[in-house]
């Protein structure tokens, strides 16, 4: 394999957790013998290369000491290029990259369709699958299509009338976020509504579902080479506060990202409840065009069990899942890694611009008339 590298970081809610995890996989290369180039994407949205071998407290006033700022280049000649001497460019000569960036544009498709337009080949989702994943009015209504059972999901803004579902309570979320941050449990529609105007995670677009208190959280991880697999279930484990959802706090600030968050894993679940997951996993992971390694999110109460949502790139690479089912989190990196390089970066295709709309359009003074 050529020489990979780990990007992580972004102008994201999510920026500092994408650190852990872009540290992680890179440590985790480097001591499995894996020569890998580290890119740091800072908060401001300028790119560093940085030691792979970094710990999280060097990023945590900003950008390390002795980085090395370096730009994306797009066009067909584009990459990673950062300064040589005498001032002349240097074209960083790199492999597939390993993107751990969460949330924003790192997630969202923004990232993915700037690597696109460089010729850069990278795990996680394409540009299209990265932003339906990433859109849960979006996702919702795909999966709703899909036959799949999901809880019923609408747009609220400042203007929006009550939902057709019902009354309250609600849970309000942020329509393009990712993990639990910005989201809210409220008691009737005008407390939602107003959120939309106070909260600028929700200015952006904003959500609004049934809040069930009853409902269990369980989760699933999808696999897409050497083939695509499905993890054991997860149900994580709430703090002893009893909180009303599951929590960025919960899910993240335990010291290692997602992973060392409370959980049973396997859960301890009915066995056709666990076959209903991972069958619907499957449907979920086709609908996005799935690739690398994702986090499939469920609700269950009772006989009822609902889609909730899709992260395409887990905390922490959704790894303890996998080590659960016997893979290393280095095999899961190389294996990440490996689809990504035998996967040709997008070329885009121009078939039907041939000048003749524009032979045929004589004067653009004309038009406007």
């Known amino acids: 394999m050529t020489r990979p590298a780990v990007i992580f970081g972004g102008p994201s809610p999510e920026h ?12 985790a290369l480097l001591d499995a013998g894996t020569d890998v180039l580290a890119l740091y994407w800072s908060k401001t949205g300028g790119w560093y290369e940085v030691a792979a071998a970094s710990e999280a407290e060097a990023f945590a006033s900003g950008v390390p000491a002795r980085s090395q700022p370096v730009d994306l280049v797009l066009g067909p000649d584009g990459g990673f290029e950062g300064e040589a001497r005498l001032g002349r ?29 460089a010729g850069l080949r990278y795990t996680g ?46 849970i309000v979320k942020p329509r393009y976020g990712g993990s639990s941050i910005g989201i809210h449990v409220v008691e009737d529609h005008e407390t939602a509504r107003a959120l939309v105007r106070t909260q600028p995670l929700l200015r952006a677009g904003a959500v609004l579902e049934p809040y069930r208190p009853d409902a269990t959280d369980l989760n699933i991880s ?60 499957l449907v979920v992971a086709r609908l996005v065009e799935l690739r690398s390694v994702a986090r499939i999110d469920f ?34 990196l190389r294996d990440m890694l490996a689809e990504a390089e035998a996967s040709p970066a997008r070329r885009f295709d121009v078939e039907g611009a041939d000048g003749s709309a524009l032979r045929a359009a004589h004067s653009i003074a004309d038009k406007l008339a």
């Not at 790192?106 to 700037?114: K, S, T």
């Open 16 to 27: 500092d957790v994408s650190i852990l995890t872009g540290l992680q996989a890179a440590r």
């Open 89 to 117: 460019r240097r074209r960083l000569e790199l492999g597939p990259l390993l993107n751990c960036c969460h949330g924003g544009p790192g997630e969202d498709g923004g990232l993915q369709a700037a690597l696109d337009m």
């Open 125 to 170: 989702p394409t540009a299209p699958g990265a932003a339906l994943a990433m859109d849960k009015l979006a996702f919702g209504g795909v999966v709703q299509a899909a036959g799949l059972p999901t809880l019923p999901r609408e747009l609220v803004t400042t203007a929006t009338p009550a939902p057709a579902f019902g009354g309250g309570p609600y």
């Open 222 to 281: 999808v696999r897409t080479h050497p083939e695509l697999q499905v993890s054991a279930v997860e149900r994580p484990l709430r703090g002893p506060q009893g909180a009303a959802i599951y929590s960025y706090a919960e899910k993240y600030l335990g010291g290692e990202g997602l992973s060392s968050a409370r959980r049973e894993l396997p859960a301890d679940i009915p066995e056709a409840l666990e076959a209903r997951i991972r069958e619907s996993a």
């Open 299 to 332: 609700l269950w109460a009772g006989e009822e069990l609902w889609v909730n949502e899709i992260n395409p790139i887990p905390g922490a690479l959704a790894k303890y899942f996998w080590e659960q089912a016997g893979v290393t989190f280095v095999q899961l």
